[in-house]
């Protein structure tokens, strides 16, 4: 993942530098038609889609406002100084990072600092008392513990067991550790059958605890149990359509498909992540969850999302619109998957993952404008038509067929599965960029 990360920044550091070179490009070629202008008093066309006019020793440029010829080219001069020093920075630091990228292949990174990095970093502060420093490190390092179950042991871990009403839980010296009355604050009939279960039924048991600290600096403990639940009920059938979604970072657009594909109706429901502490964004996340829960329910039809990477996505955004950059940090993905998943299980529906890929440019050119849906209610149109394999409606219109290669015609022709059209979207999207 390191090297991936990497990788990924040294890519994003090379387009930086493309585009850059790109703009260079363009203001030599208008100090080139300046110069010319000067000379021979007419006006070239510095490159291809330029819209600099020059009038009577004047330059217009496309937003109206106008320069004298000399001092906009003092003004190209500074410009092309400036653009020449940033890519030598850029080159700079790309030449660093491959440099760093190399030494991560030589030398994988093999430290791990229990307690957290930042824990561990207050210990250079001189106002850091020290004494007190060791002690809050050494709680977040020994803060939890858990202890895995296996299914081959009598009460489903080898290290705990239960007798009567109290938990008793074995140490590495043999001593033994009692928790009187225990009891779970939920499920704990389920607990109590999984340990009475028989040999061939037995399921493994973890048991988690946290050592917490108030502000008075009364410690106490808190015991919980993971088991493995399992959903006899859950409806995961597609024979009477779908639930799909498009997750956003601040929004969530939902579809409901019958059998044949057809779109029956949709909502979206909106929150607002700006301004929030990480608490605050968790809990509107939950609640906006909870609502796409019970409309899975209510329909009682499984649901169809995508399958999202944003880890190497996030570290491209070096050099990207500031904007852009923020939304996608507050973007929440696992979150948002992670409450859908225990609404899944709460609510008795299943969940289905895909890939997508170009769904948002097929909603765009086949669905946005005929149903009256915006982009992001046409892209959860498409995941659940993607998700249902449900080809013949999402082939290109024929009159885009002309931008295609012979081969993607090909596969559009005589393909038969989801993955024979993603060619041909592909080249679509491409021949559409920055339209």
């Known amino acids: 993942m390191y090297q991936r990360t990497k990788e990924k920044d040294i890519e994003t550091r090379n387009q930086k530098i493309k585009r850059t070179q790109e703009e260079l490009e363009k203001k030599q070629g208008i100090k080139s038609s300046l110069r010319t202008y000067f000379k021979s008093g007419i006006w070239e066309r510095p490159y291809p889609k330029c819209r600099i006019t020059m009038e009577r020793n004047q330059i217009f440029l496309p937003n109206g406002t106008y320069f004298p010829a ?47 990095r930042k824990q561990y970093q207050k210990k250079d502060n001189p106002k850091v008392d020290r004494e007190q420093w060791k002690q809050e490190f050494f709680e977040s390092r020994h803060a939890s513990m858990s202890l895995p179950g296996r299914h081959t042991s009598k009460n489903c871990n080898f290290l705990v067991r239960k007798e009567e009403r109290n938990l008793i839980v074995k140490c590495m010296d043999g001593k033994e550790t009692v928790f009187k009355q225990f009891h779970l604050a939920r499920q704990q009939e389920l607990w109590e059958e999984m340990l009475q279960a028989k040999k061939q039924e037995r399921k493994a048991i973890c048991y988690n605890f946290q050592l917490k600290r108030e502000k008075t600096g009364r410690r106490y403990l808190i015991v919980s149990v993971t088991l493995l639940l399992e959903n006899k009920y859950c409806n995961e059938s597609l024979e009477k359509g779908c639930v799909s979604i498009d997750l956003n970072y601040d929004h969530v657009a939902i579809s409901e498909l019958d059998e044949k594909g057809n779109r029956l109706e949709g909502t979206v429901i909106r929150f607002s992540p700006e301004l929030k502490t990480k608490g ?24 169809i999302m995508e399958d999202l990477d944003t880890t190497l996505a996030k570290h491209g955004m070096k050099y990207g619109c500031k904007k852009k950059n923020r939304h996608a940090s507050l973007f929440a993905y696992r979150k948002m998957t992670t409450c859908l998943e225990n609404q899944a299980y709460k609510q008795s529906f299943g969940i289905y993952k895909m890939n997508p890929a170009y769904t948002s440019q097929m909603g765009k050119f086949l669905y946005l404008r005929p149903f009256g849906l915006s982009i992001h209610e046409a892209a959860s149109y498409t995941i659940g038509l993607k998700g249902m394999g449900i080809r013949e409606k999402l082939l290109p219109d024929e009159r885009l067929l002309v931008l295609l290669s012979e081969k993607a015609k090909e596969q559009l022709k005589n393909g038969t599965d989801i993955v024979s059209i993603i060619p041909a979207w592909k080249q679509l999207t491409k021949a559409f960029r920055g339209v």
């Open 70 to 116: 000399e001092e906009y080219e003092r003004k190209i001069e500074r410009s092309i100084r400036r653009l020449k020093t940033r890519i030598a920075l850029l080159e700079s630091s790309k030449k660093r990072a491959i440099q760093r990228l190399e030494w991560l292949k030589k030398f994988p990174p093999k430290r791990i600092v229990f307690g957290g």
């Open 280 to 303: 605050q964004i968790s809990e509107k996340i939950g609640r906006v969850m909870a609502k796409v829960g019970r409309y899975c329910a209510e329909r009682k039809k499984p649901l």
